[in-house]
């Protein structure tokens, strides 16, 4: 069974920080993976995903993740936070050739001070 | 754009009282979940369904029950409510079995249960 690790439970920056949240997912096989963000009163939305080529992924707002095979990481980044980032973060993994049913994270809830 | 309602966006119900959280889908999608989400647990699958009529067990199916007579309608059912049942309640949906796919999330429903 396919698991999910996110080191971070709450991060809280100022704004012009720069943001790093961790994930990392236990599965042998191929992976497609997810990073879906809810804003306060919003719906969980997906911000980027990777599943083949560049195991560098850019996604809205100016994010990106990296997709590091063998530490079994798919870490979130960018490099100055603005206040509007305040969200709740959760990383998902899903398994090509197998089950098509993520395996979400605990999450991460991001405070941005401005 | 993908729309996912659901039919409230808070609940309030007593202990024991029969409870129906409604979905709603409007672009075709083949599959539908429903998932909780509580603070440091993350998200959890309840139950999903892949076609009309079928229905899955999540990881979490105890006290819960799922209908889908129709396509675009996923219902959750508490057949009789409980005050650890209290949660926020997300409905989503994909388009098809592929494990790439983008979930597309409601709002969510809050549920209080006295």
């Known amino acids: 069974a396919q698991s999910v690790s996110q080191h971070n439970h709450h991060v809280i920056l100022s704004e012009a920080a720069s943001l790093e949240l961790g994930c990392n997912y236990s599965?042998?096989?191929?992976?497609?993976l997810f990073w879906y963000v809810q804003y306060p009163g919003q719906h969980l939305q997906l911000l980027l995903k990777?599943?083949?080529?560049?195991?560098l992924v850019k996604g809205i707002k100016g994010f990106e993740a990296e997709f590091i095979k063998s530490k079994f990481s798919f870490n979130l980044r960018k490099p100055s936070v603005q206040w509007s980032d305040t969200a709740e973060y959760f990383c998902?993994?899903?398994?090509?050739?197998?089950?098509?049913?993520?395996?979400f994270g605990r999450g991460t809830s991001l405070i941005v001070h401005p | 754009d993908v729309k996912v309602t659901q039919s409230s966006r808070y609940l309030v119900k007593r202990t024991g009282e029969k409870v129906f959280l409604e979905c709603v889908q409007d672009?075709?999608?083949?599959?539908m979940f429903w998932y909780r989400q509580d603070p440091g647990l993350g998200l959890r699958l309840i139950y999903f369904?892949?076609?009309?009529?079928?229905?899955e067990k999540g990881d979490i199916p105890e006290g819960y029950s799922v209908s889908r007579e129709k396509k675009e309608r996923f219902s959750l059912i508490l057949e009789s409510a409980s005050t650890n049942q209290t949660s926020m309640y997300l409905c989503?949906?994909?388009?098809?079995?592929?494990?790439?796919?983008?979930?597309?999330f409601g709002p969510g429903t809050r549920l209080t249960v006295l």
């Open positions: 989503a949906s994909t388009p098809g079995v592929t494990s790439t796919d983008t979930q597309y």
């Open positions: 599965y042998g096989g191929t992976v497609n």
């Open positions: 990777y599943f083949s080529g560049d195991p």
């Open positions: 998902a993994v899903t398994s090509s050739g197998g089950s098509y049913i993520p395996t």
């Open positions: 672009m075709d999608h083949e599959n």
């Open positions: 369904s892949y076609d009309v009529k079928m229905k």
